[in-house]
Protein backbone atom coordinates (compact mmCIF):
# COMPACT_ATOMS: atom_id res chain seq x y z
CA UNK A 1 0.00 0.00 0.00
CA UNK A 2 1.37 3.27 -0.84
CA UNK A 3 2.85 5.93 1.74
CA UNK A 4 0.83 9.02 2.42
CA UNK A 5 0.81 12.19 4.94
CA UNK A 6 -2.17 13.80 5.73
CA UNK A 7 -2.87 17.39 7.75
CA UNK A 8 -5.08 15.77 10.58
CA UNK A 9 -6.33 18.65 13.19
CA UNK A 10 -4.79 17.87 16.76
CA UNK A 11 -6.24 18.09 19.89
CA UNK A 12 -4.30 21.31 21.13
CA UNK A 13 -5.26 23.14 17.42
CA UNK A 14 -3.60 23.84 14.46
CA UNK A 15 -2.78 20.96 11.32
CA UNK A 16 0.05 18.70 11.61
CA UNK A 17 2.08 16.39 9.12
CA UNK A 18 1.51 13.07 10.81
CA UNK A 19 2.39 9.63 9.10
CA UNK A 20 -1.40 7.94 8.42
CA UNK A 21 -2.34 4.53 8.39
CA UNK A 22 -2.45 3.04 5.36
CA UNK A 23 -6.08 3.08 3.81
CA UNK A 24 -8.13 0.32 5.06
CA UNK A 25 -6.41 -0.21 8.88
CA UNK A 26 -9.14 -0.25 12.23
CA UNK A 27 -8.59 -0.33 15.76
CA UNK A 28 -8.84 -4.25 14.73
CA UNK A 29 -6.80 -4.75 12.35
CA UNK A 30 -3.77 -2.83 13.62
CA UNK A 31 -3.71 -4.62 17.04
CA UNK A 32 -4.28 -7.86 15.07
CA UNK A 33 -1.52 -6.94 12.75
CA UNK A 34 1.34 -6.39 15.41
CA UNK A 35 0.10 -8.79 17.71
CA UNK A 36 -0.08 -12.16 15.48
CA UNK A 37 4.07 -11.57 15.11
CA UNK A 38 4.11 -11.90 18.88
CA UNK A 39 1.43 -14.34 19.66
CA UNK A 40 1.61 -17.23 16.50
CA UNK A 41 2.29 -20.28 17.23
CA UNK A 42 4.58 -21.07 14.58
CA UNK A 43 7.88 -18.96 14.76
CA UNK A 44 9.19 -18.55 11.16
CA UNK A 45 12.17 -20.50 9.87
CA UNK A 46 13.47 -16.91 9.13
CA UNK A 47 13.60 -16.01 12.50
CA UNK A 48 15.57 -19.62 13.70
CA UNK A 49 17.98 -19.00 10.57
CA UNK A 50 18.95 -15.48 12.09
CA UNK A 51 18.85 -16.65 15.78
CA UNK A 52 21.69 -19.91 15.33
CA UNK A 53 24.39 -17.32 14.03
CA UNK A 54 23.76 -14.96 16.73
CA UNK A 55 23.87 -17.29 19.49
CA UNK A 56 26.95 -19.35 18.12
CA UNK A 57 28.85 -15.64 18.31
CA UNK A 58 27.14 -15.14 21.56
CA UNK A 59 28.86 -18.27 22.58
CA UNK A 60 32.26 -17.28 21.34
CA UNK A 61 32.04 -14.17 23.54
CA UNK A 62 30.64 -16.61 26.86
CA UNK A 63 34.24 -18.07 25.77
CA UNK A 64 36.41 -15.35 25.31
CA UNK A 65 34.92 -13.76 29.10
CA UNK A 66 35.68 -17.25 30.49
CA UNK A 67 39.40 -17.36 29.36
CA UNK A 68 39.86 -13.78 30.25
CA UNK A 69 38.31 -14.60 33.55
CA UNK A 70 40.60 -17.54 34.40
CA UNK A 71 43.65 -15.77 32.75
CA UNK A 72 43.68 -12.29 32.79
CA UNK A 73 43.18 -9.25 30.38
CA UNK A 74 46.72 -10.02 29.10
CA UNK A 75 45.15 -12.31 26.91
CA UNK A 76 44.23 -8.58 24.16
CA UNK A 77 46.45 -6.78 22.85
CA UNK A 78 46.40 -4.10 25.40
CA UNK A 79 50.09 -3.08 26.82
CA UNK A 80 52.14 0.35 27.55
CA UNK A 81 51.14 2.83 26.03
CA UNK A 82 48.12 1.94 24.65
CA UNK A 83 46.21 0.80 27.88
CA UNK A 84 42.94 1.30 26.27
CA UNK A 85 42.57 -0.26 23.32
CA UNK A 86 39.19 -2.44 21.83
CA UNK A 87 37.62 -2.68 25.04
CA UNK A 88 36.94 0.86 25.65
CA UNK A 89 36.37 1.56 22.01
CA UNK A 90 34.04 -0.69 21.88
CA UNK A 91 32.49 0.43 25.09
CA UNK A 92 32.02 3.82 23.74
CA UNK A 93 30.41 2.55 20.69
CA UNK A 94 27.81 0.81 22.32
CA UNK A 95 26.64 3.58 24.10
CA UNK A 96 26.85 5.58 21.15
CA UNK A 97 24.24 3.18 19.60
CA UNK A 98 22.38 3.31 22.50
CA UNK A 99 21.54 6.71 22.19
CA UNK A 100 18.71 7.04 19.31
CA UNK A 101 15.95 4.84 21.75
CA UNK A 102 16.37 7.49 24.16
CA UNK A 103 16.20 10.30 21.50
CA UNK A 104 13.37 8.87 19.95
CA UNK A 105 11.00 7.88 22.30
CA UNK A 106 11.63 11.27 24.92
CA UNK A 107 13.08 14.14 23.04
CA UNK A 108 10.87 13.72 19.77
CA UNK A 109 7.98 12.58 22.39
CA UNK A 110 8.22 16.02 24.57
CA UNK A 111 8.53 17.70 20.77
CA UNK A 112 5.24 16.49 20.21
CA UNK A 113 6.89 14.60 16.96
CA UNK A 114 4.44 11.86 15.95
CA UNK A 115 6.86 9.86 13.56
CA UNK A 116 8.99 8.20 16.51
CA UNK A 117 5.46 6.28 17.13
CA UNK A 118 6.35 3.42 14.97
CA UNK A 119 9.98 3.71 15.99
CA UNK A 120 9.90 4.47 19.52
CA UNK A 121 9.69 0.81 20.95
CA UNK A 122 11.93 -0.81 18.72
CA UNK A 123 14.73 1.60 19.39
CA UNK A 124 14.24 1.76 23.43
CA UNK A 125 14.74 -2.14 23.29
CA UNK A 126 17.77 -1.39 21.13
CA UNK A 127 19.25 1.25 23.63
CA UNK A 128 18.83 -1.74 27.22
CA UNK A 129 20.57 -4.48 24.57
CA UNK A 130 23.44 -2.03 23.49
CA UNK A 131 23.83 -0.41 27.16
CA UNK A 132 24.32 -4.21 28.33
CA UNK A 133 26.84 -5.02 26.01
CA UNK A 134 28.81 -1.58 26.70
CA UNK A 135 28.89 -2.75 30.42
CA UNK A 136 31.03 -5.38 29.78
CA UNK A 137 34.01 -3.87 28.10
CA UNK A 138 34.88 -1.95 31.38
CA UNK A 139 33.82 -4.24 33.92
CA UNK A 140 36.13 -6.75 32.44
CA UNK A 141 38.98 -4.43 31.78
CA UNK A 142 39.28 -3.64 35.34
CA UNK A 143 40.76 -7.10 35.31
CA UNK A 144 39.09 -8.36 38.85
CA UNK A 145 34.71 -7.53 37.61
CA UNK A 146 33.98 -9.40 40.69
CA UNK A 147 35.19 -6.73 43.03
CA UNK A 148 33.29 -3.89 40.82
CA UNK A 149 31.06 -3.05 43.58
CA UNK A 150 34.06 -1.52 45.04
CA UNK A 151 33.37 1.75 42.92
CA UNK A 152 29.91 2.20 44.54
CA UNK A 153 29.77 4.13 47.76
CA UNK A 154 29.22 2.12 50.23
CA UNK A 155 30.21 2.09 53.56
CA UNK A 156 33.33 -0.71 53.40
CA UNK A 157 34.85 -1.81 56.89
CA UNK A 158 38.45 -0.44 55.00
CA UNK A 159 36.92 2.83 54.45
CA UNK A 160 37.57 2.80 51.43
CA UNK A 161 35.81 5.80 48.83
CA UNK A 162 36.05 5.21 45.21
CA UNK A 163 37.55 8.74 43.67
CA UNK A 164 34.92 10.94 43.00
CA UNK A 165 36.89 13.19 41.23
CA UNK A 166 37.71 10.38 38.11
CA UNK A 167 35.30 10.59 34.86
CA UNK A 168 36.07 6.51 35.30
CA UNK A 169 33.60 6.68 38.79
CA UNK A 170 31.26 9.49 37.07
CA UNK A 171 30.51 7.01 34.07
CA UNK A 172 29.50 4.54 36.65
CA UNK A 173 27.07 6.75 38.09
CA UNK A 174 25.65 7.86 34.56
CA UNK A 175 25.60 4.71 32.28
CA UNK A 176 23.69 2.71 35.26
CA UNK A 177 21.18 5.68 36.06
CA UNK A 178 20.80 5.72 31.91
CA UNK A 179 20.06 2.03 31.90
CA UNK A 180 17.42 2.16 34.37
CA UNK A 181 15.35 5.35 33.33
CA UNK A 182 15.77 3.73 29.72
CA UNK A 183 14.13 0.12 31.46
CA UNK A 184 11.99 2.17 33.52
CA UNK A 185 10.70 4.01 30.26
CA UNK A 186 10.76 1.33 27.78
CA UNK A 187 8.54 -1.03 30.35
CA UNK A 188 5.76 1.71 31.26
CA UNK A 189 5.25 2.22 27.41
CA UNK A 190 5.05 -1.33 27.54
CA UNK A 191 2.24 -1.60 30.27
CA UNK A 192 -0.87 -0.86 27.54
CA UNK A 193 0.22 -3.51 25.15
CA UNK A 194 0.73 -6.23 27.58
CA UNK A 195 -2.58 -6.13 28.44
CA UNK A 196 -3.35 -6.39 24.88
CA UNK A 197 -1.62 -9.73 24.50
CA UNK A 198 -2.60 -10.55 27.98
CA UNK A 199 -6.47 -10.29 26.13
CA UNK A 200 -5.67 -11.64 22.96
CA UNK A 201 -3.63 -14.80 23.72
CA UNK A 202 -5.05 -17.63 23.00
CA UNK A 203 -2.47 -19.66 25.38
CA UNK A 204 -3.39 -20.24 29.19
CA UNK A 205 0.74 -19.64 29.76
CA UNK A 206 0.53 -16.52 27.74
CA UNK A 207 -2.29 -15.25 29.16
CA UNK A 208 -1.08 -15.66 32.65
CA UNK A 209 3.12 -14.28 31.80
CA UNK A 210 1.56 -11.32 30.03
CA UNK A 211 -1.26 -10.31 32.38
CA UNK A 212 1.44 -10.72 35.50
CA UNK A 213 4.28 -8.09 32.97
CA UNK A 214 0.65 -6.05 32.59
CA UNK A 215 0.27 -5.52 36.74
CA UNK A 216 -3.65 -5.34 36.61
CA UNK A 217 -4.01 -2.61 33.71
CA UNK A 218 -7.60 -2.74 33.07
CA UNK A 219 -7.45 0.30 30.22
CA UNK A 220 -9.67 2.49 32.56
CA UNK A 221 -9.24 6.36 32.54
CA UNK A 222 -7.62 6.19 35.97
CA UNK A 223 -5.18 4.03 34.63
CA UNK A 224 -4.71 6.27 32.08
CA UNK A 225 -4.09 9.10 34.01
CA UNK A 226 -1.30 8.05 35.76
CA UNK A 227 0.28 6.42 32.76
CA UNK A 228 0.52 9.70 31.00
CA UNK A 229 1.65 11.66 33.80
CA UNK A 230 4.45 8.54 34.62
CA UNK A 231 5.42 8.71 31.10
CA UNK A 232 5.80 12.08 30.71
CA UNK A 233 7.86 12.41 33.89
CA UNK A 234 10.01 9.38 32.89
CA UNK A 235 10.48 11.49 28.98
CA UNK A 236 11.71 14.32 30.81
CA UNK A 237 13.98 12.31 33.31
CA UNK A 238 15.38 10.69 30.23
CA UNK A 239 16.13 13.61 27.97
CA UNK A 240 19.01 15.49 29.78
CA UNK A 241 20.35 11.59 30.12
CA UNK A 242 20.78 12.36 26.29
CA UNK A 243 22.99 14.82 26.93
CA UNK A 244 24.53 13.87 29.87
CA UNK A 245 25.72 10.31 29.56
CA UNK A 246 27.72 10.24 26.35
CA UNK A 247 29.09 13.60 27.63
CA UNK A 248 30.20 12.07 30.91
CA UNK A 249 32.07 8.66 28.77
CA UNK A 250 33.42 12.07 26.56
CA UNK A 251 35.53 13.09 29.87
CA UNK A 252 37.51 9.98 30.13
CA UNK A 253 39.28 11.54 27.58
CA UNK A 254 38.44 15.34 27.56
CA UNK A 255 39.97 15.67 31.19
CA UNK A 256 43.39 14.08 30.65
CA UNK A 257 46.39 16.32 28.85
CA UNK A 258 47.03 13.77 26.44
CA UNK A 259 47.06 15.12 22.90
CA UNK A 260 44.06 14.24 20.92
CA UNK A 261 41.99 14.07 24.24
CA UNK A 262 42.50 17.05 26.23
CA UNK A 263 39.69 19.46 24.03
CA UNK A 264 36.77 20.84 25.01
CA UNK A 265 34.66 19.99 22.03
CA UNK A 266 34.44 16.41 23.10
CA UNK A 267 31.31 16.35 25.13
CA UNK A 268 28.96 18.14 22.21
CA UNK A 269 30.96 16.05 19.98
CA UNK A 270 30.49 12.75 21.44
CA UNK A 271 26.94 13.22 21.83
CA UNK A 272 26.20 14.08 17.91
CA UNK A 273 28.46 11.04 17.43
CA UNK A 274 26.21 8.92 19.92
CA UNK A 275 22.85 10.06 17.99
CA UNK A 276 24.60 9.83 14.68
CA UNK A 277 25.73 5.70 15.01
CA UNK A 278 22.09 5.18 17.33
CA UNK A 279 20.13 6.10 14.09
CA UNK A 280 22.52 4.28 11.56
CA UNK A 281 21.89 1.38 13.85
CA UNK A 282 18.24 2.17 13.96
CA UNK A 283 18.15 1.75 10.60
CA UNK A 284 20.18 -1.59 10.14
CA UNK A 285 17.93 -2.97 11.96
CA UNK A 286 14.78 -1.63 11.16
CA UNK A 287 14.57 -2.07 7.12
CA UNK A 288 15.18 -5.97 7.28
CA UNK A 289 12.79 -6.75 10.16
CA UNK A 290 10.45 -4.32 8.54
CA UNK A 291 10.62 -6.33 4.77
CA UNK A 292 10.37 -9.81 6.69
CA UNK A 293 7.51 -9.31 8.73
CA UNK A 294 5.43 -6.95 6.41
CA UNK A 295 5.31 -4.04 8.18
CA UNK A 296 5.83 -1.14 5.47
CA UNK A 297 2.24 0.20 6.94
CA UNK A 298 3.42 1.65 9.86
CA UNK A 299 6.61 2.04 9.26
CA UNK A 300 6.19 4.07 6.42
CA UNK A 301 9.18 5.98 3.88
CA UNK A 302 8.32 9.31 5.80
CA UNK A 303 9.67 7.55 9.39
CA UNK A 304 12.61 6.30 7.18
CA UNK A 305 13.45 9.68 5.13
CA UNK A 306 13.38 11.47 8.57
CA UNK A 307 15.96 8.78 10.25
CA UNK A 308 17.73 9.42 7.27
CA UNK A 309 17.32 13.34 7.65
CA UNK A 310 18.95 13.36 11.38
CA UNK A 311 21.61 11.11 10.26
CA UNK A 312 22.03 14.09 7.38
CA UNK A 313 22.01 16.78 10.29
CA UNK A 314 24.89 15.39 13.19
CA UNK A 315 26.97 13.69 10.39
CA UNK A 316 27.12 17.17 9.38
CA UNK A 317 28.19 18.00 13.06
CA UNK A 318 30.75 14.93 13.18
CA UNK A 319 32.24 16.24 10.04
CA UNK A 320 32.43 19.60 11.78
CA UNK A 321 34.53 18.18 14.68
CA UNK A 322 36.84 16.34 12.73
CA UNK A 323 38.04 19.68 11.16
CA UNK A 324 37.87 21.75 14.38
CA UNK A 325 40.14 19.42 15.74
CA UNK A 326 42.89 19.53 12.98
CA UNK A 327 42.21 23.44 12.74
CA UNK A 328 42.78 23.47 16.57
CA UNK A 329 46.33 21.54 16.11
CA UNK A 330 47.30 23.61 13.61
CA UNK A 331 45.93 27.19 15.01
CA UNK A 332 47.22 26.18 18.99
CA UNK A 333 50.77 26.25 18.18
CA UNK A 334 50.98 23.23 20.14
CA UNK A 335 53.62 20.76 18.26
CA UNK A 336 52.24 17.93 20.54
CA UNK A 337 48.99 18.49 19.13
CA UNK A 338 50.47 19.15 15.85
CA UNK A 339 52.00 16.01 15.70
CA UNK A 340 49.22 14.01 16.86
CA UNK A 341 46.99 15.19 13.91
CA UNK A 342 49.70 14.20 11.59
CA UNK A 343 50.89 10.93 13.23
CA UNK A 344 46.91 10.31 12.52
CA UNK A 345 46.74 11.14 9.39
CA UNK A 346 50.43 9.34 8.04
CA UNK A 347 51.25 7.41 11.13
CA UNK A 348 50.92 3.63 11.25
CA UNK A 349 46.91 3.70 11.56
CA UNK A 350 46.54 6.08 8.61
CA UNK A 351 44.11 3.62 6.89
CA UNK A 352 42.23 3.93 9.80
CA UNK A 353 41.65 7.70 10.10
CA UNK A 354 41.14 7.91 6.02
CA UNK A 355 38.26 5.00 6.34
CA UNK A 356 36.60 7.03 9.19
CA UNK A 357 36.69 10.37 6.91
CA UNK A 358 35.48 7.96 3.97
CA UNK A 359 32.45 6.47 6.10
CA UNK A 360 31.43 9.19 7.75
CA UNK A 361 31.89 12.46 6.14
CA UNK A 362 32.38 11.52 2.50
CA UNK A 363 29.32 8.28 2.17
CA UNK A 364 26.57 10.33 4.39
CA UNK A 365 26.89 13.43 1.92
CA UNK A 366 24.83 11.09 -0.86
CA UNK A 367 22.02 11.78 1.73
CA UNK A 368 21.17 15.70 0.65
CA UNK A 369 19.81 13.31 -2.39
CA UNK A 370 15.88 13.06 -1.82
CA UNK A 371 16.16 9.67 -3.93
CA UNK A 372 18.69 8.51 -1.78
CA UNK A 373 17.16 9.15 1.26
CA UNK A 374 13.90 7.22 -0.21
CA UNK A 375 15.89 4.23 -1.43
CA UNK A 376 15.77 1.87 1.69
CA UNK A 377 18.23 -0.37 -0.30
CA UNK A 378 20.70 2.77 -0.17
CA UNK A 379 19.94 3.82 3.15
CA UNK A 380 20.84 0.40 4.45
CA UNK A 381 24.05 0.22 3.21
CA UNK A 382 25.08 3.58 4.62
CA UNK A 383 23.73 2.97 7.79
CA UNK A 384 26.16 0.03 7.62
CA UNK A 385 29.38 1.97 6.47
CA UNK A 386 28.44 4.87 9.00
CA UNK A 387 28.63 2.06 12.15
CA UNK A 388 31.85 1.04 10.66
CA UNK A 389 33.07 4.63 10.64
CA UNK A 390 31.93 5.47 13.78
CA UNK A 391 33.72 2.40 15.19
CA UNK A 392 36.69 3.62 13.47
CA UNK A 393 36.30 7.49 14.89
CA UNK A 394 36.47 5.73 19.00
CA UNK A 395 39.97 3.62 17.58
CA UNK A 396 41.54 6.58 16.36
CA UNK A 397 40.79 8.47 19.22
CA UNK A 398 41.78 5.77 21.71
CA UNK A 399 44.47 4.00 20.11
CA UNK A 400 46.09 6.71 17.43
CA UNK A 401 45.98 9.06 20.89
CA UNK A 402 48.14 6.68 23.26
CA UNK A 403 50.30 4.61 21.18
CA UNK A 404 52.85 8.08 20.20
CA UNK A 405 52.31 10.43 22.95
CA UNK A 406 54.84 12.95 24.76
CA UNK A 407 58.02 10.85 25.39
CA UNK A 408 59.49 9.08 21.87
CA UNK A 409 61.28 6.63 24.12
CA UNK A 410 57.79 5.45 25.44
CA UNK A 411 55.94 4.69 21.65
CA UNK A 412 54.72 1.49 21.34
CA UNK A 413 52.23 -0.18 18.89
CA UNK A 414 49.03 -2.01 19.42
CA UNK A 415 47.98 -5.48 17.81
CA UNK A 416 44.60 -6.58 18.41
CA UNK A 417 44.49 -10.56 19.53
CA UNK A 418 41.99 -13.03 18.48
CA UNK A 419 40.62 -12.78 21.93
CA UNK A 420 39.62 -8.95 21.27
CA UNK A 421 37.90 -9.52 18.09
CA UNK A 422 35.97 -12.39 19.87
CA UNK A 423 35.10 -10.15 22.24
CA UNK A 424 33.86 -7.41 20.22
CA UNK A 425 32.14 -9.41 17.84
CA UNK A 426 30.72 -11.83 20.59
CA UNK A 427 28.74 -8.67 22.07
CA UNK A 428 27.51 -8.49 18.39
CA UNK A 429 26.01 -11.68 18.58
CA UNK A 430 24.48 -10.81 22.21
CA UNK A 431 23.04 -7.63 20.88
CA UNK A 432 21.62 -9.61 18.25
CA UNK A 433 20.30 -12.14 20.01
CA UNK A 434 18.57 -10.10 22.73
CA UNK A 435 17.08 -8.04 19.74
CA UNK A 436 15.62 -10.93 18.13
CA UNK A 437 13.88 -12.27 21.68
CA UNK A 438 12.56 -9.24 21.84
CA UNK A 439 11.03 -9.08 18.16
CA UNK A 440 9.55 -12.45 18.83
CA UNK A 441 7.78 -12.37 22.48
CA UNK A 442 6.96 -8.62 22.59
CA UNK A 443 5.20 -6.04 20.41
CA UNK A 444 8.18 -4.59 17.84
CA UNK A 445 5.60 -1.49 17.18
CA UNK A 446 3.48 0.58 19.98
CA UNK A 447 -0.29 -0.69 19.92
CA UNK A 448 -1.84 1.60 21.17
CA UNK A 449 0.40 4.81 20.14
CA UNK A 450 -0.15 3.64 16.35
CA UNK A 451 -3.76 3.44 16.88
CA UNK A 452 -3.95 6.80 18.17
CA UNK A 453 -2.72 7.86 14.92
CA UNK A 454 -6.14 6.44 12.97
CA UNK A 455 -9.22 9.34 11.71
CA UNK A 456 -11.13 7.66 13.92
CA UNK A 457 -8.83 8.05 17.13
CA UNK A 458 -9.07 11.91 16.47
CA UNK A 459 -13.04 11.91 16.69
CA UNK A 460 -12.66 10.37 20.06
CA UNK A 461 -9.78 11.42 21.97
CA UNK A 462 -10.52 9.65 24.70
CA UNK A 463 -7.64 7.52 26.20
CA UNK A 464 -9.41 4.42 26.52
CA UNK A 465 -11.65 4.18 23.52
CA UNK A 466 -11.18 1.14 20.89
CA UNK A 467 -9.01 -0.80 23.39
Known amino acids: ?34 TEVVLRKDTPLGWFLALAPSLAIAGALATALTYLVLTGIGIWGNNQPVGWAFDITNFVWWIGIGHAG ?3 SAILLLFRQQWRTSINRFAEAMTLAAVACAGIFPLMHTGRPWLAYWLLPYPSTMDLWPNFKSPLVWDVFAVSTYLTVSALFWFTGLIPDLATLRDSSKSKVGRRIYGL ?11 WQHYEIAYLLLAGLSTPLVVSVHSVVSFDFAVSVLPGWHTTIFPPYFVAGAIYS ?21 I ?12 LATGLIVGYGYSLEAFMAWYSGNKYETFMMWNRMT ?64 WGRFQPTIWDFATYFGTIGMFMTLMLLFVRFLPMISIFEIRTLLPSAKVNQSPGHGH
Open 213 to 223: LAMGWRNSAYH
Open 347 to 410: GPYWWSYALLILCNVVTPTFLWSKRVRTSVGALFVISIIVNIGMWLERFVIVVTSLHRDFLPSS
Open 300 to 311: TMRHIENMAKVM
Open 102 to 104: TLI
Open 1 to 34: MADSVQAIPEARGGPALVPVIAPGHSFATVTQKI
Open 278 to 298: GFAMVLTLMIPLRAAYGMQDF
